[in-house]
């Protein structure tokens, strides 16, 4: 597609319940982010894939969070067991690969009741 | 670690003046350095960029940011503002070893007043 895009915009789910964030990246893209936007804060790191493998997950808070992409193209974000700390925009960004620019996606808000 | 600073927190400037948001980073070799902007409820769209060479670039919307290795800085500055350049902006590093990633700063909210 012509952007990166991210679904849904907006997930509200309660204390304990399990969520899936979709990011669907820019045809051709490689390299696939997600990053996680507290408020007031800058995005901080999740994890990298290049292509269909985890390049670096060393951002993922705890072993509550885990994500794919099986087939190096759309992605997914899971998060178990959800707490209220977990509420936050949730960015993916694709790219070419190191130093070719990133494209950011709108961004899923997931508010945790 | 990379880390990202950015001074300021908010800042207020009038329709037409001059604009220098501070970035000031701290990573072992020459890094890859991003200004992004972020308007409410939207993404981050990328304003400029430096990788390497001269080290005053010019990004969209009429923004330029200037790499000083010895301060360990890439401000952005504009020379006139809009009204619309209101919104959040975020320096960021990236890592140029094998992960690629960004590290980014707190982020410097503009207002601009009429």
């Known amino acids: 597609g012509a952007g990166v895009s991210q679904t849904p915009s907006n997930k509200v789910t309660e204390k304990g319940k399990y969520v899936e964030l979709r990011c669907d990246p820019i045809s051709g893209h490689t390299a696939l982010y997600w990053y996680r936007q507290s408020l007031g804060q800058g995005p901080e790191f999740l994890i990298y894939f290049q292509g269909t493998g985890a390049a670096d997950d060393s951002g993922l808070p705890n072993d509550r969070f885990f994500a794919v992409r099986p087939e190096g193209s759309v992605s997914t974000l899971k998060i178990q067991r959800t707490e209220r700390g977990d509420s936050a925009v949730y960015l993916c960004a694709s790219s070419f690969g190191q130093g070719l620019g990133y494209t950011f996606g709108s961004g899923t808000r997931l508010t945790v009741v | 670690a990379q880390s990202v600073t950015q001074p300021d927190i908010h800042i207020t400037v009038s329709e037409g003046a001059s604009l220098e948001l501070r970035c000031n980073y701290s990573?072992?070799?020459?890094?890859?350095l991003f200004w992004y902007v972020q308007s409410p409820g939207q993404g981050l769209q990328l304003l400029l960029k430096?990788?390497?060479?001269?080290?005053l670039v010019q990004g969209i919307k009429g923004f330029e940011a200037e790499f000083k290795r010895s301060q360990s800085s890439f401000n952005l500055r504009k020379p006139s503002v809009h009204w619309s350049d209101a919104a959040e902006y975020f320096c960021?590093?990236?890592?140029?070893?094998?992960?690629?990633?960004?590290?980014f700063g707190t982020g410097t909210r503009l207002q601009v007043t009429l």
């Open positions: 960021a590093v990236e890592d140029t070893g094998t992960a690629s990633k960004l590290t």
């Open positions: 430096y990788f390497s060479g001269d080290t």
């Open positions: 990573y072992g070799a020459t890094p890859y």
